[in-house]
């Protein structure tokens, strides 16, 4: 039987992080994906069917966080890629990966939104704050400066909407 041509797999990897370290990092960045990408929907969702005296400025604030949610998943998704893992990218992975639910079936009320979307930043932070004791062990400086990123945007974007809540 004729041998293959070519029978070597992916080029190994080797940037100063160890394939177990990797792997963990890789692994806790998909966390964040699938939490990402679930609040990126729900507040998608909620831009869409929103409604009540508020309905103006909460469909433009949803708009802007969603949007800045979307831009996010592909930084997390190709530092992963950059690690030498698959980037999870199904309803399926991400329902078994995210920390957060899905939006509920029913739209609640405006600022019962606001609430679930201020649970959601806040579980987002925890996720990848989470992270840090791997990355810095590693020396993963990228990923720890994608965390910081991330977890800067989650803070100020749960103060804002948790601020409509107040009295
Ligand atoms: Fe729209």
Do not use: C
């Amino acid at each position: 039987m004729a041998k293959k041509t070519s029978s070597a797999g992916p080029a190994s990897i080797n940037i100063g992080i160890s394939d177990k370290d990797r792997a963990a990092i890789a692994a806790g960045l998909s966390k964040l994906l699938a939490d990402t990408y679930t609040l990126y929907l729900t507040t998608h969702n909620f831009h869409w069917n929103v409604s009540g005296p508020m309905f103006n400025s909460l469909h433009a604030m949803f708009m802007a966080q969603y949007t800045e949610l979307w831009n996010a998943v592909d930084p997390i998704a190709e530092r992963i890629r950059s690690l030498g893992h698959v980037a999870p990218g199904s309803y399926a992975q991400f329902a078994k990966l995210s920390s957060l639910k899905d939006a509920p079936a029913t739209p609640p009320k405006a600022l019962e939104m606001v609430r679930i979307l201020v649970e959601g930043h806040e579980a987002v932070a925890r996720t990848a704050r989470s992270l840090f004791p791997l990355v810095d062990k590693a020396s993963d400086e990228p990923s720890a400066d994608l965390l910081t990123q991330r977890l800067t945007i989650h803070e100020q974007t749960a103060w804002m909407l948790r601020s409509l809540l107040e009295e």
